[in-house]
């Protein structure tokens, strides 16, 4: 495991991270990170878990760093969490395959578009379809992530999230439930009801 960063601009109302870490996203030097997969290398690491919150969440740095990794010769195979707004920038989805990206860990939450606005998720379901399209493109696998719980999902939710997930052929999935964790604006929304 690898951390380049910490911290996350999005504020997903169920989530921990901004509360721990805040909303200020903060990063290692890509020299840093340079030395520490070189030295990764030199031990025989053959995979790293880059384990930030959200890996891509600056697009412009993430890329300086996939291409230093090119340019040194430092490309394990590696795994990450990202948001689906990674599948908009083709230029970062082909950084992504050059340097031997395995697989990612997507937060897609939910395809329940009220839950998804309830979970201040600031994607829709087209959002979701185009990423897993794009990564599936660029042999990328995708663990996707789900939290049933919202106020907006039903039995149909859950049967239809996992006809989704298999639809469109998600390599791994994780199914969550909804939990109020101390510091969220979920676990404060429902402390403050009566």
């Known amino acids: 495991p690898i951390m380049t ?8 109302h169920f989530c921990s ?19 520490e997969l070189r030295i990764h290398k ?18 412009k740095r993430t890329k300086e760093l996939l291409r230093e990794m090119i340019a040194q010769k430092l ?18 989805i082909d950084l992504m395959r050059r340097t031997k990206c395995h697989t990612v860990y997507i937060g897609f939450e939910s395809i329940n578009p009220a839950t998804l606005k309830a979970y201040n998720k600031k994607q829709g379901l087209e959002d979701i379809e185009s990423c897993i399209k794009m990564l599936h493109k660029n042999n990328i696998r995708i663990h996707g992530m789900f939290v049933f719980g919202s106020d907006h999902d039903t039995k149909d939710t859950i049967r239809e999230t996992v006809r989704f997930a298999k639809k469109n052929k998600l390599e791994s999935v994780q199914f969550l439930i909804l939990t109020p964790l101390p510091g969220t604006n979920c676990f404060w929304d429902l402390e403050s009801q009566p």
């Open 5 to 12: 960063s910490r911290g996350c601009p999005y504020d997903c």
């Open 17 to 35: 991270v901004t509360g721990m870490f805040g909303h200020k996203y903060r990063f290692r030097s890509k020299e840093r990170m340079i030395e």
């Open 42 to 59: 030199e031990s025989g690491g053959k995979w790293v878990f880059f384990y930030d919150d959200n890996f891509a969440a600056n697009k």
């Open 75 to 92: 490309t394990p195979r590696w795994t990450a969490q990202v948001r689906v707004e990674i599948a908009k920038d083709p230029e970062l």
